[in-house]
């Protein structure tokens, strides 16, 4: 079991996060999933937090945070915790290492040498040990989620073997690795609800496969649809989307609502149209708060 953490503990009540990458300003993407997320924390009378997730160090660019967290402001999402930042956490990222010590192995592989052998990573620095550095460090996926209930796909399963992979911890370049990062602060935080953009459904199975090994539970989870380009590739910051021009909020978030199915009526405040998104989301998922 994971250690207490300073951050506070939700018990039972419902609580939802934003976790952005401060590679760049949000675009209407991320708009869709911080206002998916948001929507469902509220309509369950739950908390919404955000986290900062610059544990990929090199890919943070310098005053994205702040332009970020404007962004959410200026579109009324407002969270109510403190943001925590993942570049602060290594600490306790390499007491969660410590405590899987018994499930971790060095892996020297390249890219290359597992293509060259299959699809997935094949345990092949399992028996192999010690690896000469420098070297990643994967954890012994021995009992893999394979399947899992989402709230909007219903169930699903892998679309490969790759679920059941030894992944990795901590990278070759030392850096720990996002499916860490993101499992154990969630944990800490008291997260019950991940609802995110349905490209994270794959790293999904890795990820609950460590929710169950550290706390013996696992959060409902929710993949919201995507927003794609005219050519089918996902709205992203590496596909060059346009920042959010936050003097369009109402409309940005009208455009975000319809993304995510629902029929909000205009307002003139941005209040008044996430407090009609909130009822509307209630009812359409037949939220019960009483």
Not at 11 to 35: E, K
Not at 266 to 277: C, E, M, Y
Request: a neutral charge.
């Amino acid at each position: 079991m994971l250690d207490k953490s300073p951050i506070a503990q939700s018990g039972n009540l419902y609580r939802g996060r934003f976790a952005p990458t401060p590679s760049g300003p949000l675009h209407f993407g991320s708009l869709v999933a911080a206002l998916g997320s948001y929507l469902d924390a509220k309509a369950h009378n739950g908390d919404w937090l955000v986290r900062i997730e610059d544990v990929d160090k090199p890919r943070a660019v310098e005053g994205a945070d702040t332009v970020i967290l404007q962004q959410l402001s200026d579109h009324g999402l407002h969270w109510d915790q403190p943001v925590i930042y993942q570049s602060q956490r290594d600490a306790r990222y390499n007491d969660v290492l410590n405590q899987l010590a018994n499930e971790l192995y060095g892996c020297d592989c390249s890219r290359k040498d597992i293509r060259a052998r299959g699809n997935c990573y094949d345990g092949y620095c399992r028996e192999r040990q010690p690896r000469p550095g420098p070297f990643a460090i994967r954890f012994t996926n021995d009992r893999p989620v394979t399947e899992f209930i989402d709230r909007w796909h219903g169930v699903v399963q892998p679309d490969d073997n790759c679920v059941a992979e030894d992944f990795i911890v901590r990278r070759r370049d030392q850096l720990f690795a996002y499916q860490l990062a993101v499992v154990v602060d969630d944990i800490d935080q008291g997260i019950t609800d991940i609802v995110r953009g349905s490209d994270l459904i794959q790293p999904s199975f890795w990820q609950l496969t460590l929710w169950q090994r550290l706390s013996g539970r696992l959060p409902r989870v929710m993949h919201l649809p995507l927003v794609v380009t005219d050519d089918g590739r996902k709205l992203s910051k590496q596909n060059h989307a346009p920042a959010l021009d936050s003097r369009q909020a109402l409309k940005n978030l009208a455009e975000a609502a319809r993304i995510l199915q629902l029929d909000v009526p205009l307002t003139n405040k941005v209040p008044d149209f996430l407090k009609l998104a909130t009822e509307n989301w209630r009812k359409k998922w037949r939220i019960n708060v009483n």
